[in-house]
């Protein structure tokens, strides 16, 4: 069982939903793609960070779709297994997607803006070899759910070489200075006190040689700049959330303030809202074809 493989601070739904809330399994066969795995797209402090490179074996259409493995911004094989695979790549290999999951740098050791640098960097690597994948390199999505979503949206509100063309994502978390309500501090504390690690900022001090937590000043400054929602602009890229009304540990208020910012900067921008669902709900491989609606749409998949 995944709860057994993760810390028990994370042994929570936003990472393994309860059997009843499991995604269903898709009608999609499940050798209907090839799998590569663990590509390396780049190193940090000694250790490789790699991604699985997911093809479908027939009518695949070109484009590709970075899938951020997270939950919690816990990253690694296990939670790809039991719940990234079944809900969003067997369903998107389905429709003609190549999908690259994406694992980053995980917490407790690593924190969400090294997380968000990672994913970043895989775009860029996804790009750089994109010829060899059979994908358009300025034709790719990104997607993920909980912790993957909002990793997600950073990329969709990124700029530079690590842009994106499409977001789709379940109940990601948009705006950490204003979490659930307005002015409430969702870094690591309410909601999300036992998600504490990846908010733990630091930085290298070269007189001491070691890592020391930043000031209250500098932690506001990152938590501002990790929050999706301060950065959307016209740049950004096309954005579906879905997201369950019921969610009290990632409110639907963090979705619902993202229409005004997207109307703003004039980006097309979709909520669908799951009444009565709360963090994740049986048939979310099901909800992902919408989320492929969406990339056909703003991808430019021929019909």
Known sequence: MLTRLLPAALALAALSPPAAAQPAKTDAPPDAFTRKDDVIYGRKHGLALTLDVFTP??????RGVILCVSGGWYSAKDLLSNLYLPTFVRPLTARGYTVFAVLHGSQPLFTIPEAAEDIDNAVKFVKQHAKEYGVDPDKLGVAGMSA??????MQGTAAGDGK???????????????YGKEKADGG?????????APFAFRKYDPKARAFAPVDAEE?????????????????S???LV??????KLVPIQQAELLVDKYKEAGVPFELVVRKDKAHGWPGM?????LIADWFDKHLGVAK
Do not use: Q, Y
């Open 57 to 62: 074996k027939d009518k695949a259409n070109g």
């Open 148 to 153: 993957g979503g909002h990793l997600s949206l």
């Open 164 to 178: 994106v063309a499409a977001v789709g994502c379940f109940f990601p978390p948009t705006d950490f200075l204003n």
């Open 188 to 196: 690591g504390t309410g909601e999300l006190k036992d998600f504490a």
């Open 219 to 235: 932690r506001a400054k990152i938590i501002k700049r990790i929050s999706p929602a301060t950065r959307v602009g016209k740049e």
């Open 237 to 239: 890229a096309p954005a």
């Open 242 to 247: 879905i997201h369950g009304d019921a969610d």
């Open 285 to 289: 491989d099901k909800d992902v074809g």
